[in-house]
């Protein structure tokens, strides 16, 4: 049997998104500094688009006009007067020799009369653990395979400074996919780790926090006897040595802050383990993290609730941003008879595009102000009285009281902060899911969370406080939880357990 084509018709309704409706979702999720970015780049990329000059001229600017404009009659008038001269007699022959024959030397103010550019703005960006790192590996002799092995080592290093692949995958990557990791390829790479933990800062190239400490206690131990020029004190030697011990067998003893058991298992004093303890605590377990902080993010509030008279009002913070409109000079070349096609045609494609994004511009302002009037009706109470009246609020019921998808919702509420009679919020702050409360009211997750920070905080350091105390002192204030739930809640706020916050 032959296979004979055929034409078929299907009908059939797939949800597709077109360029107008993407733009619209970006622009709903951008906040006020980002849109002004995007805006300043349409403008750019644009020509039909132009920002408004919003500037009314006054009777005193106008009257300074008109003076500028007879004084420029003035000057043509002398301009022919000044023809008759000779113009070799009116050059400034001193300015001439020192702004022109100079050979680099100036004295006085006449070097410093404009605003040099600061050498911050010179700077691209922050260095980085890597770049400090392999910064110091460059100062070093080292033959090729073994400074190879060392950058691998450096690049593989996280953001706290621990190495995260194993001597396989290093081997692999230097010597090939199908390598097996040989004695001397193993050699190579140990000598390699080596030397990347004796950069600076010390503990880096560690696998685990154990060998990450340990490191930094040899190191220290190290500048002790080069400091002194002399035979350690053995009082130092046996810090050092305890110090050790402790990070080396009993580290998880260490982070339960159990001293007794310390004492017992290492078989030295309580002096002996108070002073090893504190010798610890000053180490840092993460050393790669103090070269790559994050940078300081700046926030401006895209809207605000403003009070007038009884009530709460939204308005927008719309300063700085550009108001834009159509240019009309490309109106009229799109009217002109004698006007290219091409560029008709380019031209109308730019007005659609520009009347689209202006479109998407007032859909999000008035996207934005709406969730923003309907967390105004919901949370009067938190605006009179604060953080403790908050009340719980779900995306999914200011979607359905404003007539949008729950999406929309979320994306007006991005990244965006509002500025109330409390101070300035995330507009996220105000959505929290409810736990049954006093009465049978609702309290927002966010107020149970800190009522069990604020538990914690008055607790007795000696005596901390058990999940299965806070969850029945929670219960006493009418607030159903279970002690699992006030666990759960305990490690979202990193909170340590009972015995890691025990002080012995």
Known sequence: MLLQPRLNVKLSQRQVLTPGLVQMVSVLALNKLELKDMINGEMVENPVLEEIEESNETLDERSAREGDRERSAEDVAAEGERAEKDPFDEIDFGSYFQDYLDPGFRTGMGFEDYDKPSFEHFLAQPSTLTDYLTWQLGSMTLRPELREAAELIVGNLNEDGYLTASDEELAQALFGEDAELTEEQAALIAQARGIVAQLDPVGVGARDLRECLLLQIEAQRRELILAAQQRMEEASGVVFDTAALIVDQHLSLLQKKDMRELTRVSHRSAEQIAEAVELIRQLDPRPGQRYNNAA??????????????????????????????????????????????????????????????????????????????????????????????????????????????????SRAVANKYVHTTQGVYELRFFFSESVNGPEGGDVPLMLLKRRVKKLIEDEDPRKPWTDDYLAAELQRQGIRVTRRTVAKYREDMQIPSTHQRRVR
Do not use: W
């Open 296 to 409: 300081t993010r700046l926030i401006e509030p895209d809207v605000a609730f403003v009070k007038r008279g009884d009530e709460y009002v939204v308005v927008m913070n719309e300063e700085d941003l550009p108001s834009l409109r159509l240019n009309q000079g490309y109106r009229k070349m799109m009217r002109e008879k004698g006007t290219d096609r091409e560029v008709r045609e380019y031209v109308k494609e730019r007005y659609k595009s520009a009347i689209q994004l202006l479109r998407n511009i007032e859909q999000r302002k008035n996207t934005i102000v709406k969730t923003c009037e309907s967390i105004v009706r919901r949370q009067q109470e938190f605006l009179e009285r604060g953080v403790d009246s908050l009340r719980p609020m779900m995306i999914k019921e200011v979607a359905e009281e404003i007539g949008v998808h729950p999406s929309t919702v």
